[in-house]
């Protein structure tokens, strides 16, 4: 709760809804499934995949653990994009996940889990293409496929793969040529090629290679997509107009003046060349904002860039406020998103922590309240075509 302890994520579920608008204008005709897992890269799962799962085609998640929290919620479809390991996959065949095959053992064991009683095991088999991340190689991919075909209890819903230097096409052409060697093999044996699916954010924004039947997008359905990758002419546009969708914010829970000479935080880093006054910010590398934020980083308040001094610590950070006076308790800092005409990105943190913005996300730790806020009736489910989700959003939420 924001009000026991002066920091949390702000979460704009509107603008995810808008970003996977502008992802489905860019793929065309292919479906969506977007990536969930990690708590949806700490945007939280539940709450986003309750609210975008009318509007898209299915949700990936990692692990069987994040797939039933989500099931619980959710009753679209749900990609497993890792195996289950043998013991657990009954309650994952119970929760009508879909499972990756990545080897001829993970069918064994499905095929021997499956009931056959109940509906098929949707499977979706990988194709290794050069990741190394486990997948069958392409020549092996149709005796696996002929057996899963044969079973009744197994149905063969998605062939795919992973491109992994989505910002080198020739190394993505390599990858897919690689992939159609499954796909042609299918087709000479007279097995119906189900749907496949190589392309994340990476891949679909990149626009270099065929979006084939199904998409992937992870990070750029939060907002945000790599700097240096090189967004094709046709999707300069919707990259443009993407919107993040988390941002940091704290309250200050103390002030502190501290004369020239006097130090500030751990190990007395930072010494004042100035009378400085400093506010303290209830947020720290507890929550996810690391300690290699600093030196250099910066909040904002009154849309005005203040620069951090000394260390983060487990539980704060400070922050130099001189030359804003009166500032109060109530006031709101942005450590990572906009305010006015400025924005901190995740993409700032990362260069400064020499790391990814994908880092940035997903480690925001759990014990920051997530607050969610949706404009009731938004425009976002109009632009993927599908309708809207429900406009009640649980725990902590902003209307509007």
Same mark, same amino acid.
């Given at each position: 709760?924001?009000?026991?302890?002066?920091?949390?994520?702000?979460?704009?579920?509107?603008?995810?809804?808008?970003?996977?608008?502008?992802? &489905?204008?860019?793929?065309?005709?292919? @479906?969506?499934?977007? *990536?969930?897992?990690?708590?949806?890269?700490?945007?939280?799962?539940?709450?986003?995949? +309750?609210?975008?799962?009318?509007?898209?085609? %299915?949700?990936?998640?990692? !692990?069987?653990?994040?797939?039933?929290?989500?099931?619980?919620?959710?009753?679209?479809?749900?990609?497993?994009?890792?195996?289950?390991?043998?013991?657990?996959?009954? =309650?994952?065949?119970?929760?009508?996940?879909?499972?990756?095959?990545?080897?001829? *053992?993970?069918?064994?064991?499905? &095929?021997?889990?499956?009931? /056959?009683?109940?509906?098929?095991?949707? *499977?979706?088999?990988?194709?290794?293409?050069?990741?190394? /991340? %486990?997948?069958?190689?392409?020549?092996?991919?149709?005796?696996?496929?002929? =057996?899963?075909?044969?079973?009744?209890?197994?149905?063969?819903?998605?062939?795919?793969?992973?491109?992994?230097?989505?910002?080198?096409?020739?190394?993505?052409?390599?990858?897919?040529? +690689?992939?159609?060697?499954?796909?042609?093999?299918?087709?000479?044996?007279?097995?119906?090629?189900?749907?496949?699916?190589?392309?994340?954010?990476?891949?679909?924004?990149?626009?270099?290679?065929?979006?084939?039947?199904? *998409? /992937?997008?992870?990070?750029?359905?939060?907002?945000?997509?790599?700097?240096?990758?090189?967004?094709?002419?046709?999707?300069?546009?919707?990259?443009?107009?993407?919107?993040?969708?988390?941002?940091?914010?704290?309250?200050?829970?103390?002030?502190?003046?501290?004369?020239?000479?006097? !130090? #500030?935080?751990?190990?007395?880093?930072?010494?004042?060349?100035?009378?400085?006054?400093?506010?303290?910010?209830?947020?720290?590398?507890?929550?996810?904002?690391?300690?290699?934020?600093?030196?250099?980083?910066?909040?904002? #308040? &009154?849309?005005?860039?203040?620069?951090?001094?000394?260390?983060?610590?487990?539980?704060?950070?400070? #922050?130099?406020?001189?030359?804003?006076?009166?500032?109060?308790?109530? =006031? =709101?800092?942005?450590?990572?998103?906009?305010?006015?005409?400025?924005?901190?990105?995740?993409?700032?943190?990362?260069?400064?922590?020499?790391?990814?913005?994908?880092?940035?996300?997903?480690?925001?730790?759990? @014990?920051?309240?997530? #607050?969610?806020? +949706?404009?009731?009736?938004?425009? %976002?489910?109009?632009?993927? %075509?599908?309708?809207?989700?429900?406009?009640?959003?649980?725990?902590?939420? +902003?209307?509007?």
């Amino acid at each position: 709760m924001t009000d026991r302890r002066g920091a949390w994520l702000d979460i704009d579920l509107d603008a995810i809804i808008a970003n996977l608008g502008l992802i &489905r204008g860019v793929v065309g005709g292919a @479906r969506l499934a977007p *990536v969930v897992k990690a708590d949806a890269y700490g945007h939280g799962m539940v709450e986003v995949g +309750r609210t975008i799962s009318p509007l898209v085609d %299915g949700l990936c998640v990692a !692990t069987l653990d994040e797939a039933l929290r989500l099931r619980a919620q959710v009753a679209g479809r749900i990609i497993m994009l890792y195996p289950v390991p043998p013991p657990a996959l009954p =309650e994952a065949i119970a929760a009508g996940v879909e499972l990756p095959v990545l080897s001829a *053992v993970d069918l064994s064991a499905i &095929r021997a889990a499956a009931r /056959r009683d109940g509906p098929p095991v949707r *499977v979706h088999i990988g194709v290794e293409t050069g990741m190394a /991340r %486990g997948g069958l190689p392409p020549g092996q991919v149709l005796a696996v496929a002929a =057996e899963a075909q044969a079973d009744p209890a197994v149905e063969l819903a998605g062939l795919w793969s992973h491109l992994h230097s989505p910002e080198d096409p020739p190394t993505s052409d390599a990858q897919l040529l +690689r992939f159609e060697l499954a796909v042609t093999a299918l087709q000479e044996a007279g097995i119906p090629v189900p749907p496949r699916h190589s392309a994340a954010s990476g891949g679909i924004f990149a626009g270099d290679e065929p979006a084939l039947d199904l *998409v /992937r997008p992870g990070v750029a359905t939060y907002g945000v997509l790599d700097d240096s990758l090189p967004v094709a002419p046709d999707a300069q546009a919707a990259a443009a107009a993407l919107r993040p969708a988390m941002s940091l914010v704290a309250r200050p829970v103390a002030f502190s003046d501290v004369p020239v000479g006097g !130090t #500030v935080g751990y190990g007395g880093t930072w010494r004042a060349e100035r009378p400085t006054r400093v506010a303290v910010l209830p947020v720290g590398y507890g929550d996810g904002y690391l300690r290699g934020s600093q030196p250099g980083a910066e909040a904002l #308040v &009154r849309g005005r860039r203040v620069p951090l001094v000394g260390r983060v610590s487990m539980d704060a950070v400070t #922050v130099d406020v001189t030359d804003l006076p009166n500032l109060g308790y109530d =006031e =709101e800092f942005v450590l990572l998103g906009m305010q006015g005409h400025e924005r901190i990105s995740a993409g700032d943190l990362a260069r400064r922590r020499n790391t990814i913005a994908w880092e940035v996300l997903t480690t925001m730790a759990g @014990r920051l309240a997530r #607050v969610y806020h +949706r404009s009731t009736g938004t425009a %976002g489910g109009d632009q993927l %075509g599908t309708g809207t989700a429900a406009d009640t959003i649980p725990s902590e939420t +902003r209307a509007g």
